[in-house]
Antibody, heavy 118, light 108 residues
Framework: QVRMVESGGGVVQPGTSLRLSCATS????????MHWVRQAPGKGLEWLSL????????YYADSVKGRFTISRDNSKNILYLEMNSLRAEDTAVYYCAKSRDDQTGEYWGQGTLVTVSS | DTQMTQSPSSLSAYVGERVTITCQAS??????LKWYQQKPGEAPKLLIYDASKLETGVSSRFSGSGFGTHFTFTISSVQPEDIAIYYC??????????FGQGTRLEIK
């Protein structure tokens, strides 16, 4: 079965960096685009970034463009989100999500909490 | 970027009642719209994709319709387990992908 497990969250100070990971299994990782989505406490969902199956094309929300970098290691089936120059408003639960298709559906991880606070 | 305006922001319904949520896109998104259900402490769950297609394993009391800029999501007979926040999401063309603000469903 599909498993997606985020890790790397924690409490960090403003201006610092953090790297999130999303370890996956149960599907052919290098066949699918992968997303990061976040949710600030008590707020709605915000799409952040998409990386194409081959890692070549990447897209970002304006709110994180230039500060966050999405990447993937198809040999390890892991998705990453490198977050730099973190701000208090980046405090959120960060989810990874697998693009949907008719064969395997769409899956989300359980999320990892990032808290940016001094 | 395409903005999604979802309404109402909250609603309260009796068990067995029919409820409808709407989502308005700021530009034509064809049928590239999803509906999600999110329960407290959980990741969002996909219910509807391509505006009207029911995701595998999802109850048939959930349905969606619409095309272009106006979309609706309906629960035909609300059940206690449907207490959640519901979001629309557009995915037309290249990103950015955008979500509606969410609708909180409560049971009377």
């Amino acid at each position: 079965q599909v498993r997606m497990v985020e890790s790397g969250g924690g409490v960090v100070q403003p201006g610092t960096s953090l790297r999130l990971s999303c370890a996956t299994s149960g599907f052919t990782f290098d066949n699918y685009g992968m997303h990061w989505v976040r949710q600030a406490p008590g707020k709605g969902l915000e799409w952040l970034s998409l990386i194409w199956y081959d890692g070549i094309d990447k897209y970002y929300a304006d709110s994180v463009k230039g500060r966050f970098t999405i990447s993937r290691d198809n040999s390890k089936n892991i998705l990453y989100l490198e977050m730099n120059s973190l701000r208090a408003e980046d405090t959120a639960v960060y989810y990874c999500a697998k693009s949907r298709d008719d064969q395997t559906g769409e899956y989300w991880g359980q999320g990892t909490l990032v808290t940016v606070s001094s | 970027d395409t903005q999604m305006t979802q309404s109402p922001s909250s609603l309260s319904a009796y068990v067995g009642e029919r409820v409808t949520i709407t989502c308005q896109a700021s530009q034509d998104i064809n049928n590239f719209l999803k509906w999600y259900q999110q329960k407290p402490g959980e990741a969002p769950k996909l219910l509807i994709y391509d505006a009207s297609k029911l995701e595998t394993g999802v109850s048939s009391r959930f349905s969606g319709s619409g095309f272009g800029t106006h979309f609706t999501f309906t629960i035909s007979s609300v059940q206690p387990e449907d207490i959640a926040i519901y979001y629309c999401q557009q995915y037309d063309g290249l990103p950015p992908i955008t979500f509606g603000q969410g609708t909180r469903l409560e049971i009377k």
